[in-house]
């Protein structure tokens, strides 16, 4: 089947004579297509528009240079063999890509060469499917036909749907029939009735199902394929205890179908449960699909539905990304995706358009450079050249996950440069760490205080396939792979998704009103049994420092005495540290399980209590941690990199403060990005920490306070109240002779 | 002394009366003041085109700016206490910055406050210098009486007479004795007389101390001490033994003197000995002075002397800098250093104007956006006005080290976005690594296969004060720590300046000739007595593969028999070797001394013969490295930072290939630019080799030949004449039964 298609001439001139006669007889039909992304009227108006749009045409012409070269080389559809990474696999991948934009070329220029492009390829399809059996490599729990999963068959579909109705009216009607009844109806009951343990569930991998076969329904108006894709297939039973190969449970509770993939993952803020790398991922097919009904089934609202979840998650999605537009790091997540990937630029594009034209996503849609060659990508060519973008500016937000919004948040505070993202949400499905309460801190776009990510090189072939590999389960999801709180070397839920899915953190402060002192604070009480954390991450703008810096407090009270491990993944090279330390000749291995076996302990040191401080350099800034400990507490210096045969990892330090054998105890730290280093200039600006100490000054059950006094001797308390998260409550307390009030969750004041 | 200056109304009143009849009583002289870097001329033509020359007037308005604030908050004369990064360093070092600007703006802006400023400041100087004793810190061996060395002393003086120059005729006769009676005569011979050993000597340091003594004396016009600057002290005798902080020779040789150094660590072609880091430090007192001369001593024509190399140096420094402007790092270098720094905008500066306004340098000061506020800046700004800028293109060239151009050379291969930097020199005064042979590889201005460069941070006082930390002589200096060979883990002349001094290797071939294959080639005998090296590095282009690519062969010939290591410094995460090695479970220390004990060897393998393949990803890039192995030889994937207890090190990868045992031998690798990754779209774009194998398939006395093949199985044989450099010499060599016959030193040709 690896031959390459070439079309003779002749070949050519008889399907225009056939392609001129169509034309007139279906022209003043009301059902005409393209009616699923591309609609005959936006066709119109861009064609009216083309040349005077700059973003439009931009894209237009990029995409024309792309599919005439690909027109002239031939195409390949070859016998599938390949995991991702692979000839085969990639080619289908980029084939189903150039058909969808040949599709709109044909309808945009209507230009013929492009619709027998798409009808070519579409025919050599139809006439290899029929004979595959399942894709010969065995990895995945559903395997697809094209690809080794169904997953990337569903993401052909949605693609090859949006072709077939742009050409859908150029085809004759045995023609559709031959594509319909060889390819697409098989094609859809193959990633639906063949595995419905991949459709039958809430997951991205079954929304993109969902969407394959509801878009090739739509096309085809076949309204019973159209059920199942909104509601699922019926009257099938999925072993409730089965699990897929990330581990996730394939469908515990029976939900399916569209709606419930719309219903269950997003919160009512539009926060996907499993994070924005995988929110991003999923938000195409939400969307194109949701796009799709909008234009033929209006009557469904989907758009609507849930409050306009859907449009809320494309804003959602912009506030989880950084000062540069990547997305923050929850879960399984590849860094570097961004705001730029191209599902994203048609989120923007639809959410202005459908979602009531807001200026502000112009300003993205600007920096994306970038729009989708349909009716959503024409309106917003249309706002920026009116001039009509607003700047998109990120606040601090909270997200909450869950259904119903009630099973935890991220919390988001912004100051200045600085970015804190605190995560206190749910599981996250199969794509979820182990690390309730963990947090991330950027600095200008840059990630400081890191989040691992995923364990994983997606699409580069020589690592493992560029699927997931064995240190994904093994370190990245671990706890001690995050800035989060283990006990006793073992994972928070004993690292098991049966027990990590059924739980939440909680909520408990969240407050950005005043900008100088923002919290966001929150409980987690079942990661350990019997053990009951309340994280609070404050972000304090003072004039006296150069940027915001965070003040981070972890409550620990226990039913036993523990040990309890705080990571500090900082990046960057030490400059400095006020404490002797030991540093082994060759570093040990931190542990044997949960994560540990990762680590080598390049150095430690047992604390005699006070400040320990740690001065680092990343990308030319200076950054400073500085933590409370207690006599006996030790601080150790690790690196990633263990029992990692492959290099597999990222070899990138941190810095772990362990307290022994206790059941109370309070961690509390400062972080500071003070100053900035020149190579050019080699001058080195504020270079040095601005505090001269930290010290819990206060911990009872109901409050904890900390003081924080400055190099230029400005001594602050910060006391929040641990059970009682009332904005209005008043509270007194005496700290060192000194007699605080407040009202509300906490306070900031500064002391004399 | 630590208070602010502010001057009360009253005496601004009084100096603005005396300044009015002074202006009027030397408006008209000939020797009127400035004449130093700025003159009266340039004065008059840059007051007539403000406003209308964009880069000059912003450049301007950022220095009005800068200065109005300062004389806003006033200035502070610390007695002197620190290391550099500390207060008063930083302090001083900013005063003469100020001053400098200061002046340059009252000439300009004919605004008395400024003219107020700079006296104030000097005569705040000239009251404390008196009273100074040597500087309290004690390491340096040639101590400042304002800072902790001499070094800094001079640059104070460079700058304060620029200062000086330009308030000249606004100060009395009566002030202008106080300054130069307490100030800058025991100043400059505090930096002269006092520190022979720092004045009368061959280095960057006596370059500054030989300049400031002439700049003052410039301005004082003084014909003897501009002749101790031009000539050195006479009459002195040094310890031909005694050595710097650096472990250099003061002085073995007697040369001394302004011209000696001009004469001395220039090549002909303008490479400065020491390496382009140190050569951009030494550019702003060359230039500076070599400016001042032509304008006050024509005469002298200091800027045609030695064929013009000042001039010269210039264009040598930009071509020593790679698609970024960063330097080459060769020798002591901090990374990150680039032709932004101050330095090289006076360079630029001055060589387009005192050099035939080459257009090719315009294109690099508009780059900067920056030019030096005098008549050369102006001449700058009007070229760029007036449209004139060509790019400033950089060739692949050789340049020669050495007084006479005859003790090696840098040699640098460029061809698409790859430039490679290939150390073929004398070994760089005090400040040489022992790294004979050794080369870097940069891909659009990423450094690839790296040069580690020095083991310091300029001016992060929390390192070592910002000074060398003892890991630059332990690890940075040491063979091992570069791209280059090391017999039996000693370093090349035992690591010993004495002998390293002593020697430099030889250029064999350099063509650059024919763009698609560009051979630099260069023998080293001294480094191990007893082992000739000859090694070929070839960038070659070819239309099947995405960039040039290189090939590196090592001849090695040795009486005895020895172990050769050869690192290859690659930045990067590993994807995938074509090999099986054994990670070990903890690192172990590589070696005892001689940088190895800074090295972690990590993972390693016995080969079996044939190729070794490694490839890696670097900021979104693949590249792969392949290598002829012996059955026998070692793989060694080692990580500095063995023996680092203050982490003073980066923790960066290498791969050693370790041939043991044996007295001849050739290495032999190909490294590739392959392809590229997208985190957004996640699509990896030629992530592999493109070379099937590498071989060496000739090696004699007279030829060496490699045989490469390619994934086509295209077959190529690349001959080296081993000891016959001659161009036009004609050989003839059968090789596997082809006979293969050419004109010249080498040959590349396709073979079937």
Chains 1, 2 share one sequence.
Request: aromatic share 12%.
């Amino acid at each position: 089947m690896k031959k390459v298609f070439k079309r003779p001439s002749i070949i050519l001139l008889i399907v225009f004579i056939v392609f001129s006669c169509k034309e007139k007889s279906t022209i003043n039909s009301q059902l005409q297509h393209p009616n699923l992304i591309l609609t005959k009227q936006g066709v119109k108006e861009i064609r009216a528009n083309l040349g005077s749009i700059p973003i439009f045409d931009k894209t237009l012409a990029k995409a024309q240079t792309e599919v005439d070269l690909e027109i002239k080389n031939g195409f390949d559809v070859p016998i599938p063999k390949d995991y991702s990474g692979g000839y085969t696999h990639e080619k289908h991948k980029n084939n189903y890509v150039l058909m969808q934009k040949a599709g709109v070329l044909y309808q945009i220029f209507n230009e013929e060469k492009y619709a027998i492009y798409v009808k070519d390829m579409l025919f050599a399809y139809a006439k290899m499917y029929p004979t595959l059996p399942i894709h010969p490599k065995p990895r995945s729990y559903a395997r697809g036909k094209l690809f080794w999963q169904c997953l990337n068959d569903s993401n052909w579909l949605v693609y090859a749907s949006q072709a077939y109705d742009c050409i859908y009216d150029y085809l004759t009607k045995d023609e559709r029939n031959i594509l319909e009844t060889d390819l697409f109806r098989p094609f859809a009951d193959h990633i639906s009735k063949d595995n419905p343990q991949f459709f039958n569930r809430v997951h991205n991998h079954s929304t993109w199902g969902n969407v394959a076969v509801g878009m090739i329904a739509l096309v085809m108006e076949d309204d019973s394929l159209l059920q199942r894709a909104l509601y699922g297939i019926k009257n099938i039973d999925i072993d409730k205890s089965l699990k897929d190969n990330d581990g996730g449970f394939i469908n515990k509770d029976g939900k399916k179908g569209f709606f419930a993939n719309l219903d269950e993952p997003f919160s009512p803020d539009g926060y996907y449960t499993e994070g924005p790398y995988y929110q991003r991922y999923a938000m195409y097919p939400f969307l194109i699909f949701g796009q799709a009904l909008q234009n033929k089934k209006p009557d469904l609202k989907v758009l609507k539905h849930k409050d306009g979840v859907l449009l809320k998650g494309i804003d959602a999605l912009l506030n989880l990304s950084d000062a540069d537009g990547d997305f923050f790091l929850l879960n399984d997540a590849q860094k570097g995706m961004s705001y730029f990937n191209g599902s994203l630029i048609s989120a923007v594009d639809i959410g202005y358009h459908f979602g009531g034209n807001n200026p502000e996503l112009l300003s993205i849609a600007k920096k994306q450079d970038e729009v989708v060659l349909d009716d959503a990508g024409l309106a917003v060519a249309l706002g920026i050249k009116k001039g009509k973008e607003k700047p998109f500016v990120k606040k601090s937000i909270e997200l909450s996950d869950g259904a119903n919004g009630d099973e935890g948040a991220v919390g988001i505070l912004r100051s200045g440069e600085m970015e804190l993202v605190f995560k206190y949400t749910a599981h996250g499905l199969s794509h979820g760490h182990y690390d309730k309460l963990s947090f991330a801190l950027f600095d200008e776009g840059n990630e400081v205080v890191q989040d691992y990510g995923m364990a994983r090189f997606v699409n580069i072939e020589q690592k493992g396939g560029g699927n997931y590999l064995k240190e994904n389960t093994t370190w990245a999801k671990q706890s001690i792979a995050h800035n989060a709180i283990v006990q006793n070397e073992v994972s928070q839920f004993h690292g098991k998704y049966d027990i990590g899915s059924k739980h939440h953190s909680n909520k408990y402060i969240f407050s950005t009103g005043d900008s100088n002192i923002q919290v966001a604070s929150a409980k987690e009480e079942n990661a350990y049994p019997g053990t009951k954390l309340l994280r609070t991450m404050v972000l304090i703008k003072d004039s006296d420092f150069h940027n915001p810096y965070v003040l981070d407090i972890i409550k620990v009270e226990s039913d036993n005495p523990n040990q309890y491990d705080l990571p500090f993944y900082y990046l960057g090279q030490i400059m400095q540290t006020n404490f002797e330390y030991t540093k082994y000749e060759v570093p040990q291995i931190l542990g044997k399980s949960d994560g540990y076996q990762h680590l080598y302990k390049e150095a430690s040191t047992i604390s005699k209590g006070g400040n320990i401080k740690l001065n680092w350099l990343l990308k030319n800034k200076f950054y400073s941690y500085t933590a409370v400990t207690s006599n006996g507490d030790e601080v150790i210096l690790a690196k990633i990199g263990a029992n990692d045969p492959e290099f597999n990892l990222r070899q990138e330090p941190t810095l772990i403060l362990r307290k022994k054998n206790i059941r109370n105890t309070v961690f509390a730290s400062i972080i500071e990005s003070t100053g900035v280093y020149s190579p050019v200039s080699e001058l080195a600006i504020n270079s040095k920490s601005n505090i001269k100490s930290i010290e819990i000054v206060f911990n009872s059950k109901d409050y904890t306070a900390i003081q924080i006094v400055t190099n230029k001797d400005k001594k602050m308390v910060f006391v929040i109240s641990n059970q009682n998260n009332n904005k209005e409550t008043k509270h007194k307390l005496i700290i060192n002779n000194n007699e605080m009030s407040w009202r509300g969750s906490f306070t900031l004041k500064e002391i004399n």
